[in-house]
């Protein structure tokens, strides 16, 4: 039986210039809202679409690797959480 392999991916919000920011820490992926919880819904379908593209080109296990990320293949579950 393989083992699930979890990658969580950090986010953090933050407010500058009138904005709200949420980003990965991880990676170069961002998204803004006019308030802390748009920027977060914002940002997770920004990961989603993110993740699309990545697997439709067999690109995801890659990207994910250089990011710190080893043993990612197709069955990994991408969990995105937000810290203060």
Not at 1 to 17: G, I, K, P
Not at 54 to 67: G, K, M, V
Request: aromatic fraction near 6%.
């Amino acid at each position: 039986m393989q083992r699930l392999t979890v990658v969580q991916l950090t986010a953090r919000v933050t407010f500058d210039d009138g904005v709200y920011l949420a980003k990965v820490d991880q990676l170069s992926v961002e998204a803004t809202g006019t308030s802390s919880e748009r920027a977060q819904d914002e940002l997770a379908e920004v990961v989603r679409s993110w993740i699309q593209v990545q697997d439709s080109s067999d690109a995801l296990e890659t990207s994910l690797s250089a990011a710190g990320f080893a043993g990612v293949t197709e069955d990994t579950e991408i969990e995105l959480q937000f810290v203060e």
